[in-house]
């Protein structure tokens, strides 16, 4: 009998060690010139994040004829975000990631770039400068420093701040408990603004706003809805303080061992994803703030003025962001506003 039970351990072992190897290997060239390879991200299926991956892996396959096909793994089956831009850079569980720049700010300081808050307040004018050749360049060689190859960027649109007090000028924002990302930068420009900013794990946010341990928070309408953050917070204010960036990324390794033209199958399925997925976003928030509205919560519209104040206070977060991004970084990201 014991004999029996130690057999079975071991197949059961044998077949956990055949699946981890699976899932924790990305897949290479074979023998006859295909290629099948992962992404992953962390995201759920309901995003734009989601579906910017979609529209970038139809499009491999369908312009490489069936010869590249890409897997996607939502929801962090292959890790969290920072398990992930690694992954890629060392090709091992991932060869390609969609994610917000968040988490690559610890290895590529100066994309702190687009922690600066209240730069832009249309999401066009983000657009055009993602697109400016000069800038993209600029950043596509940081990614390439690292190790990694920047494909494309989208966006989620803007980040707004949800609340359950009206906040209709600066003065409103004295001394609200908001969540924010664990990012200094982030923090550094509510404290400026008069708020009381608050790092928390996302998955507290919900029953934090609840119980009333925080009065606010901030997010895309995409995040706000597949969250249901409206059920417990009042006042959905569009202040469109920061651009939720999506890049899509792979690693230089994966890149620079294709043919040229097979590159320019990544390439050309890149920029039309992103074309799509900035699409998605758009006509996407329009349908979250439909949801939020029918559901009883205020969906309060752009305010100028706000924006105007809360730009004056990211004066001093701005400063900071460029000693970290350097003069000629910042002032390509930020060259918009002279015109």
Known sequence: MKTIKRLTA????????VALTACGSSSTASSDGTYSWYLGIDSGEDTVTYLFAEKFAELV???SEGKMTITIFSNATLGSDDTLIQSVNF?????????TTAPQVTYIPELAVFDAAC?????????????DETFYSSIEELYTNKGWKLLAYADQSFRVLTSNKMVSSLSDLKGLKIRTMSNSNHMAFWKDAGASPTAMSFSEVYTSLSNNTIDAQENPYETIVSSKLYEVQDYIITTNHLPHILSLVTGTELYDALSADEQAILDQAAAEAKIYA??????RAEDRIATIEDYGSTVVEFNEDLFDEMQEAAQTSWETIRSICGD????????????
Do not use: H, K, P, W
Request: glycine share 2%.
């Open 10 to 17: 071991l197949i059961l072992c044998l077949g956990m060690i």
């Open 61 to 63: 396959e369908e312009y």
């Open 91 to 99: 090709q091992d569980s991932a060869n390609f990631v969609v994610q």
């Open 119 to 131: 730069v832009y307040s249309d999401i066009e004018d983000v657009r055009t400068i993602l697109d």
């Open 278 to 283: 900035r699409e998605q976003a758009d006509s």
């Open 328 to 339: 000629e970084l910042f002032e390509q990201y930020t060259s918009l506003l002279d015109e």
